[in-house]
């Protein structure tokens, strides 16, 4: 705690409390009630402890100043009950243990107070890879915070896709470390006898091919930090070598002599569960307790689907940065992806994401639009429901469309032009009478329609599709004609 104010018009009562609490090494000053009110108004404190012998004042006070916690003194058991920001009490005479529980409801009171979080430059720019107001994440970006200024070893655990090499570049990019390299390491693959050579470098002539010296990742890290990533798909015979360079921070190239100074910090994960893997004999042990310094968990998506649609807009901005059209999606879509399981946690979100871009770019996608087993609960299908004018002129172009391309075929192919169907002889030409024309093209569609269906079987579905057009519209016009399966074809005359 950075500062605690007492408030009382006891002077005695603030000498005993001042004395109790820096003993516990935490800094405090008295206030009277007079002066208190003004002096919060002012000044920024992070606990209150106030006498609670005049009732109303002490209500009052702690119901302006809800961001800061209160702890009221009370000379009888059960004259305040703990509410709100009024987080505890301690009965006189004050006892250690009660004062030291009640400053830590104060710092647990400030430590979870809701606010924006104070993060700025370099933080917010990397923790934007860590986005989510769950509790799981920002238990993560609290951790990240505190592990990273010092040296400590890292183990991150979780499932793949969960974004552990993210925590990690965090723990190295917010360390002192942060100008030095981060040389990322696939244990799992890299084979088992090339994995040496890889991490400690080797000698020129130490193995047949090795034509010249090279740096392994230990040198290339140097100064920096090293992430062992699937550390539990490392072969038992590296694990023991890992750990004597862990415990003496020095190593030799494979057929050198010469021992090298590790200035490394080291970061490890696994999807594994390694204490089972210990049980099993096919992890060392003493190894995981040297990597299991500072663990931190990298929570799967299903654990904190109300970080989804921050996702979303993370990964949108991401790729509307890589020059790709950005795609948007509606309350429904978004509803429907925080009901998957998410077996590929954010690297299948991440996935889902680009494929939906390519698919409908500069779009908004519904929950139609999503693939088949991200859809949840009642699906709406909207079928557009266009004016019958608009659907005839459709299908009459395309039919005459048709024809001048017949035509045009058989003149390529200097080939005697056939005879007219008899639906349609004699109607080349605009009879001298005239003709009505809708009542023409009436007809021509009633005999095309049954021209399908009889094709067809009469099968709806079938019809339509040699038609050009949907079902639906189909059954509309068989209604709309009288079409029915015993209805004989129309007489052309």
């Known amino acids: 705690m950075k500062e605690i104010l007492l408030v009382s018009d006891?002077?005695?009562?603030?000498?005993?409390?001042?004395?109790?609490?820096?003993?516990?090494?935490?800094?405090?000053?008295?206030?009277?009630?007079?002066?208190?009110?003004?002096?919060?108004?002012?000044?920024?404190?992070?606990?209150?402890?106030?006498?609670?012998?005049?009732?109303?004042?002490?209500?009052?006070?702690?119901?302006?100043?809800?961001?800061?916690?209160?702890?009221?003194?009370?000379?009888?058991?059960?004259?305040?009950?703990?509410?709100?920001?009024?987080?505890?009490?301690?009965?006189?005479?004050?006892?250690?243990?009660?004062?030291?529980?009640?400053?830590?409801?104060?710092?647990e009171y400030s430590r979870h107070r809701p606010g924006p979080v104070k993060t700025a430059g370099l933080k917010t720019r990397l923790f934007r890879s860590l986005v989510g107001r769950s509790q799981q994440i920002q238990i993560v970006r609290k951790l990240v915070e505190q592990v990273a200024p010092t040296d400590a070893t890292v183990l991150i655990l979780g499932e793949s896709g969960t974004g552990k090499e993210v925590i990690a570049r965090n723990v190295h990019f917010l360390s002192e470390r942060k100008d030095g390299p981060f040389i990322p390491v696939n244990c799992g693959a890299i084979p088992g006898e090339?994995?040496?050579?890889?991490?400690?470098?080797?000698?020129?002539?130490?193995?047949?091919?090795?034509?010249?010296?090279?740096?392994?990742?230990?040198?290339?890290?140097?100064?920096?930090?090293?992430?062992?990533?699937?550390?539990?798909?490392?072969?038992?015979?590296?694990?023991?070598?890992?750990?004597?360079?862990?415990?003496?921070?020095?190593?030799?190239?494979?057929?050198?002599?010469?021992?090298?100074?590790?200035?490394?910090?080291?970061?490890?994960a696994t999807h594994r569960n390694l204490e089972t893997m210990i049980k099993d004999d096919k992890f060392r042990e003493d190894l995981y307790y040297r990597l299991n310094v500072f663990p931190i968990d990298s929570p799967a998506l299903r654990e904190r689907r109300e970080d989804i649609p921050l996702l979303l807009q993370e990964l949108i901005s991401r790729i509307q940065g890589d020059g790709v059209s950005v795609v948007k999606f509606t309350e429904m879509a978004i509803s429907s992806l925080m009901e998957h399981d998410w077996a590929g946690n954010v690297r299948e979100l991440s996935n889902l994401v680009e494929r939906l871009s390519i698919l409908y770019p500069n779009q908004i996608v519904d929950i139609q639009d999503l693939p088949v087993k991200y859809q949840y609960g009642e699906i709406q299908i909207y079928e557009?429901?266009?004016?019958?004018?608009?659907?005839?002129?459709?299908?009459?172009?395309?039919?005459?469309?048709?024809?001048?391309?017949?035509?045009?075929?058989?003149?390529?192919?200097?080939?005697?032009?056939?005879?007219?169907?008899?639906?349609?002889?004699?109607?080349?030409?605009?009879?001298?009478?005239?003709?009505?024309?809708k009542?023409?093209?009436?007809?021509?569609?009633?005999?095309?329609?049954?021209?399908?269906?009889?094709?067809?079987?009469?099968?709806?579905?079938?019809?339509?599709?040699?038609?050009?057009?949907?079902?639906?519209?189909?059954?509309?016009?068989m209604r709309k004609y009288e079409i029915q399966r015993e209805e004989s074809v129309p007489s052309d005359n």
């Open 194 to 268: 090339l994995l040496e050579s890889e991490l400690f470098g080797h000698e020129k002539g130490a193995f047949t091919g090795a034509i010249s010296a090279r740096k392994g990742r230990f040198e290339l890290a140097e100064g920096g930090t090293l992430f062992l990533d699937e550390i539990g798909d490392m072969p038992l015979q590296m694990q023991v070598k890992l750990l004597r360079v862990l415990q003496e921070r020095t190593f030799e190239r494979v057929g050198g002599h010469t021992p090298i100074r590790a200035n490394v910090r080291i970061i490890a």
């Open 384 to 437: 557009p429901d266009y004016p019958e004018e608009l659907l005839e002129r459709d299908a009459f172009n395309e039919l005459f469309a048709e024809a001048a391309a017949s035509e045009a075929d058989r003149d390529a192919e200097n080939t005697p032009e056939p005879a007219a169907p008899e639906a349609s002889s004699d109607n080349s030409q605009l009879p001298e009478g005239g003709v009505n024309l």
């Open 10 to 107: 006891n002077g005695e009562l603030i000498q005993k409390l001042e004395t109790v609490i820096t003993f516990m090494g935490e800094a405090c000053f008295g206030q009277s009630f007079a002066d208190s009110l003004g002096y919060l108004n002012t000044h920024s404190v992070e606990a209150v402890m106030v006498d609670y012998a005049r009732p109303d004042q002490v209500q009052n006070l702690v119901a302006q100043f809800p961001h800061i916690p209160f702890v009221a003194i009370q000379s009888a058991d059960g004259q305040v009950t703990p509410n709100c920001n009024l987080v505890s009490t301690a009965t006189l005479p004050i006892t250690y243990p009660v004062l030291t529980q009640a400053i830590h409801r104060c710092q």
């Open 439 to 477: 009542e023409y093209l009436s007809e021509l569609e009633i005999n095309l329609i049954i021209q399908a269906l009889d094709q067809q079987e009469w099968v709806v579905a079938r019809a339509a599709d040699k038609l050009g057009m949907r079902r639906t519209t189909l059954v509309e016009k």
